[in-house]
């Protein structure tokens, strides 16, 4: 149950009564109170005359009625007449009169007794008029407190790093539950090559139609101006909902979301779950979240832009480094593919693997600070020309240390050409010791070099390179990546190496998740 809630108030007239009841009885003075109309608001029947034992039982039924409030002027008349008093106490305080007998002995207390009922009265209702400016305090608390607890859950949440959707999803679950809307929706556009795509998410049972969602656009054109967000439920300061509406949809509250002077998208809760009727509190939230939802949206927007643009720079420096040599084009693509797949065949997470793609397809950059003849060169290389090609895995380390988003990708580049038995280079380092990210690179490069044309070899068939993955198991490759290879068909394996350009963009969503 949301704090608001939890913010009841208790009629303040009633506390009194009930106050000054006690404190009557605890005298042993009968009375009875009623309300302006004549009607008893005596919660229960309090003792009168037969408390003394001088009141016959016909009497006490005639007492009943009174007190019920049959009659006030009768009630009067009867309780002087009928109870062991001689005099009436008779006090109007608000809206409220008290009728009370006194006898013999307790007559000369009159005064006091009058001064204790409004010295009571006057307390109870000032404390009980505090209490209630207190409960409409807390529930002002209760509801900021809601509306600062979701800002901070959407601040814990908002990653550039996911697609909109995702983040969007959540939080239309979340908002749901805090304006206790039955269904809540959130629309919104984006640009795609010149064009307007349009996404929805919602929370509820309903399946929100198209015809539903252009009616928020549409009356969400009218909502720009207004700052607080809208009310659609004919109540007071609401507008009501024309015929145009879904049978099912009782009240409506919206929030526009604009970048700029031009409307975004939309924020909308259907059907209060209790009262059906939203009020300012929730529009008040929903516009609010529509300011922050169009933030979002941009600054999502200018992240992938720029990620597009880094991506896009790297591609190009390793198609760079693909040109230099004929027989490698496409190698980096093809190695980034593999060693992914792989990386997803022995279980490791979404942004692990796109973290050995990216590896991959960066692995060899370091080539660039190597001659052509040296890359070009057929037949066997000398020892000069091999110690230039061996220095590339930390040229490209180089290369790549200085983008702190590459931290991960230059450990994996610098170790790739290290072997599991400790025979490799540039560190020589031993099973284990090589990162995984290098040891998944090294298996995926070696597979890909023996299936391709090189200057100093025809490629190989898939089963013969399996076959000589299987011999330099446990030597140049790590076991377990090894077996993970050789279990895949040779046309699973075919995939991942054929059509490179279907493949040649990777998602905004992949190099944002490994890149973080």
């Given at each position: 149950?949301?704090?608001?809630?939890q913010?009841?108030?208790?009629?303040?007239?009633?506390?009194?009564?009930?106050?000054?009841?006690?404190?009557?009885n605890?005298?042993?003075?009968?009375?009875?109170?009623?309300d302006q109309?004549?009607k008893c608001?005596?919660?229960?029947?309090i003792?009168?005359?037969?408390?003394?034992?001088?009141c016959?039982r016909?009497?006490?039924?005639?007492?009943?009625?009174?007190?019920r409030?049959?009659?006030?002027?009768l009630?009067?008349?009867?309780?002087?007449?009928?109870?062991p008093?001689?005099?009436?106490?008779k006090?109007?305080q608000?809206n409220?009169?008290?009728?009370?007998?006194?006898?013999?002995?307790?007559?000369h207390?009159?005064?006091?007794?009058?001064?204790?009922?409004?010295?009571?009265w006057?307390?109870?209702?000032t404390n009980?008029?505090?209490?209630?400016?207190?409960?409409?305090?807390?529930?002002?608390l209760?509801?900021?407190?809601?509306?600062?607890?979701l800002?901070?859950k959407?601040?814990?949440?908002m990653?550039?790093?996911?697609?909109?959707g995702?983040?969007?999803?959540?939080?239309?679950?979340?908002v749901?539950?805090?304006?206790?809307?039955?269904?809540?929706?959130?629309?919104?556009?984006?640009?795609?090559?010149q064009?307007?795509?349009?996404?929805?998410?919602?929370?509820?049972?309903?399946?929100?139609?198209?015809?539903?969602?252009?009616?928020?656009?549409?009356?969400?054109?009218?909502?720009?101006?207004?700052?607080?967000?809208?009310?659609?439920?004919g109540?007071?300061?609401?507008?009501?909902?024309?015929?145009?509406?879904?049978?099912?949809?009782?009240?409506a509250?919206?929030?526009?979301?604009?970048?700029?002077s031009?409307?975004?998208?939309?924020?909308?809760?259907?059907n209060h779950?209790?009262?059906r009727?939203?009020?300012?509190?929730?529009a008040?939230?929903?516009?609010?979240?529509?300011?922050?939802?169009a933030?979002?949206?941009?600054?999502?927007?200018?992240?992938?832009d720029?990620?597009?643009l880094?991506?896009?720079?790297?591609?190009?420096l390793?198609?760079s480094?693909?040109a230099?040599?004929p027989?490698?084009?496409?190698?980096?693509?093809?190695?980034?593919?593999?060693?992914?797949?792989?990386?997803?065949q022995i279980?490791?997470?979404q942004?692990?693997?796109?973290?050995?793609?990216?590896?991959?397809?960066?692995?060899?950059?370091?080539?660039i600070?190597?001659?052509e003849?040296?890359?070009?060169?057929?037949?066997?290389?000398?020892?000069?020309?091999?110690?230039?090609?061996?220095?590339?895995?930390?040229?490209?380390?180089?290369?790549?240390?200085?983008?702190?988003?590459m931290?991960?990708?230059v450990?994996?580049?610098?170790?790739?050409?290290?072997?599991?038995?400790?025979?490799?280079?540039?560190?020589?380092?031993?099973?284990?010791?090589?990162?995984?990210?290098?040891?998944?690179?090294?298996l995926?490069?070696?597979?890909d070099?023996?299936?391709?044309?090189?200057?100093?070899?025809?490629?190989?068939?898939?089963?013969?390179?399996?076959?000589?993955?299987?011999k330099?198991?446990?030597?140049?490759?790590?076991?377990?990546?090894a077996?993970a290879?050789?279990?895949?068909?040779?046309h699973?394996?075919?995939?991942?190496?054929?059509?490179?350009?279907?493949d040649?963009?990777?998602?905004?969503?992949?190099?944002?998740?490994a890149?973080?």
């Open positions: 149950m949301k704090l608001a809630e913010t009841k108030q208790t009629p303040f007239r009633a506390t009194v009564l009930e106050q000054i009841q006690e404190l009557l605890g005298l042993r003075i009968p009375a009875v109170f009623y109309n004549g608001l005596t919660a229960k029947t003792e009168s005359c037969n408390q003394n034992g001088r016959h016909s009497q006490s039924s005639i007492c009943d009625k009174i007190w409030g049959r009659d006030l002027a009630a009067e008349q009867i309780l002087l007449q009928h109870t008093c001689q005099r009436m106490i006090l109007t608000g409220v009169l008290l009728l009370a007998s006194v006898t013999d002995d307790q007559s207390s009159k005064a006091v007794i009058e001064g204790l009922i409004k010295a009571l006057r307390e109870k209702t009980n008029t505090i209490s209630s400016d207190m409960q409409l305090m807390a529930g002002s209760a509801q900021s407190y809601e509306e600062l607890n800002l901070y959407i601040t814990d949440h990653k550039f790093t996911q697609q909109p995702d983040f969007l999803s959540w939080l239309c679950a979340d749901r539950d805090v304006i206790r809307a039955d269904q809540l929706l959130i629309l919104w556009r984006t640009q795609e090559d064009h307007h795509q349009e996404h929805s998410v919602t929370a509820g049972p309903k399946n929100c139609d198209n015809k539903l969602k252009q009616l928020l656009w549409k009356r969400a054109e009218k909502a720009k101006q207004h700052p607080h967000g809208v009310l659609l439920d109540g007071a300061g609401s507008e009501g909902l024309s015929n145009a509406w879904p049978d099912w949809v009782g009240s509250v919206l929030g526009p979301i604009c970048q700029g031009r409307l975004a998208g939309v924020i909308a809760g259907l779950k209790s009262t009727k939203f009020d300012a509190f929730a008040k939230m929903l516009a609010s979240l529509g300011n922050e939802i933030v979002y949206l941009d600054n999502s927007r200018l992240y992938q720029m990620q597009e880094l991506l896009g720079s790297l591609r190009a390793t198609s480094i693909d230099k040599d027989y490698t084009c496409g190698h980096s693509e093809r190695v980034a593919r593999l060693a992914r797949f792989l990386a997803q279980g490791l997470s942004a692990e693997q796109e973290n050995i793609y990216l590896t991959g397809l960066l692995h060899d950059v370091g080539k600070g190597v001659s003849q040296v890359l070009c060169k057929p037949g066997r290389l000398g020892d000069d020309e091999f110690e230039q090609i061996k220095s590339h895995p930390q040229i490209g380390a180089n290369i790549l240390g200085g983008i702190r988003q931290a991960k990708v450990q994996g580049v610098l170790t790739h050409h290290e072997r599991f038995d400790g025979n490799g280079y540039p560190g020589q380092l031993h099973g284990c010791e090589i990162p995984l990210s290098g040891r998944i690179v090294m995926a490069d070696s597979f070099a023996m299936t391709s044309d090189r200057t100093y070899q025809k490629a190989m068939s898939i089963a013969a390179a399996q076959n000589e993955i299987q330099c198991s446990g030597t140049q490759f790590d076991p377990e990546l077996q290879l050789l279990k895949q068909s040779e699973e394996l075919r995939s991942k190496l054929d059509n490179v350009a279907d040649a963009r990777i998602s905004s969503h992949a190099c944002l998740t890149m973080n």
